[in-house]
T-cell receptor, first 112, second 110 residues
Framework: NAGVTQTPKFQVLKTGQSMTLQCAQD?????MYWYRQDPGMGLRLIYY???????DKGEVPNGYNVSRLNKREFSLRLESAAPSQTSVYFC???FGQGDGYTFGSGTRLTVV | EDQVTQSPEALRLQEGESSSLNCSYT??????LFWYRQDPGKGPEFLFT???AGEEKEKERLKATLTKKESFLHITAPKPEDSATYLC???????????FGIGTKLQVIP
């Protein structure tokens, strides 16, 4: 009963480095999402994938790219990390629009 | 621009002391509202979806209600394990139209 699995849990990057956050779900959900959570702000949508084969920008997509590898997996890539990308990143999934999301446990990323 | 305000920001209750959390919002084309619970260091956990004014949903000591402009999360006789941050998220049409509030941090003292 894994739900949504994110890796890694913690990461420290130097400015300009790149990395990929991995996310996989085992609930046969159609839609997947990447959010970031910063102190004093609500969760903000970075990118989403309504269904396998599609991806779309959310509220804060600059500096990020995504890949929906298959129905289970949705990765988030930072090509050139900046200190402003220091945050906690959450992957989530749902059957569709308007359905409750299942969130992963998060990745705490620090960019120095 | 869609906006969500949750109040209070923090709430401290004695075990058994009932109270309510408020979520007020301005969302164009509102289709519904989510409530989530978030424990420290973890991802949000889905609690309820409300779709129309007047709708109520219950789960253990929690009851969520919805009006046209706000939602309430009532906590009856809370226990220490109810301590968490509670997030509301009204949503309109489109996947990107889910707006999360900052949350209410609830602490229940034995």
């Amino acid at each position: 009963n894994a739900g949504v699995t994110q890796t890694p849990k913690f990461q420290v990057l130097k400015t300009g480095q790149s990395m990929t956050l991995q996310c996989a779900q085992d609930m046969n959900h159609n839609s997947m999402y990447w959010y970031r959570q910063d102190p004093g702000m609500g969760l903000r949508l970075i990118y989403y994938s309504a269904s396998e084969g599609t991806t779309d920008k959310g509220e804060v997509p600059n500096g990020y790219n995504v890949s929906r590898l298959n129905k289970r997996e949705f990765s988030l890539r930072l090509e050139s990390a900046a200190p402003s990308q220091t945050s906690v990143y959450f992957c989530a999934s749902s059957f569709g629009q308007g359905d409750g999301y299942t969130f992963g446990s998060g990745t705490r990323l620090t960019v120095v | 621009e869609d906006q969500v305000t949750q109040s209070p920001e923090a709430l401290r209750l004695q075990e058994g002391e009932s109270s309510s959390l408020n979520c007020s919002y301005t969302v164009s084309g509102l289709r519904g509202l989510f409530w989530y619970r978030q424990d420290p260091g973890k991802g949000p956990e889905f609690l309820f979806t409300l779709y129309s004014a007047g709708e109520e949903k219950e789960k253990e000591r929690l009851k969520a209600t919805l009006t046209k402009k706000e939602s309430f999360l009532h906590i009856t006789a809370p226990k220490p394990e109810d301590s968490a941050t509670y997030l509301c998220a009204p949503f309109g049409g489109g996947y990107q139209k889910v707006t999360f509030g900052i949350g209410t941090k609830l602490q229940v003292i034995p």
